[in-house]
């Protein structure tokens, strides 16, 4: 479950403080610049569109920062989650996400 806790400004696992301890060190900006780098994956790849496991690979971020980032585009409604899918480094069926037009 997402917490709300007034004190931290990104969404955390209530009663986890490795959780709420990752979204305060993202504090500051770093998330909003993240997010915006992501974006940027996600509109240069045009109508092919990207997996989660795609982006991370491109960017050579992690994977809990960059689902985090592409959860968080798909729910302000920037990206849409396709009912496409492609196979991961880990040859699991992923969703593949289009920037919104």
């Known amino acids: 479950m997402i917490g709300d806790d007034r004190q931290a400004t990104l969404p955390f696992a209530r009663g986890s403080?490795?959780?709420?301890?990752?979204a305060e060190s993202m504090a500051g900006g770093a998330a909003r610049r993240q997010r915006a780098a992501v974006l940027t994956l996600f509109r240069t790849a045009g109508d092919k569109g990207l997996t989660c496991d795609?982006?991370?690979v491109i960017c050579g971020g992690r994977h809990q920062s960059?689902?985090?980032?592409?959860?968080?585009?798909?729910?302000?409604?920037?990206i849409l989650k396709t009912a496409e899918r492609r196979l991961?480094?880990?040859?699991?069926?992923?969703?593949v996400y289009r920037v919104r037009r």
């Open 54 to 56: 795609e982006a991370e």
């Open 17 to 22: 403080d490795t959780s709420r301890a990752a």
């Open 88 to 95: 991961t480094r880990s040859n699991r069926r992923a969703a």
């Open 66 to 78: 960059i689902s985090a980032r592409v959860h968080e585009l798909a729910a302000d409604g920037a």
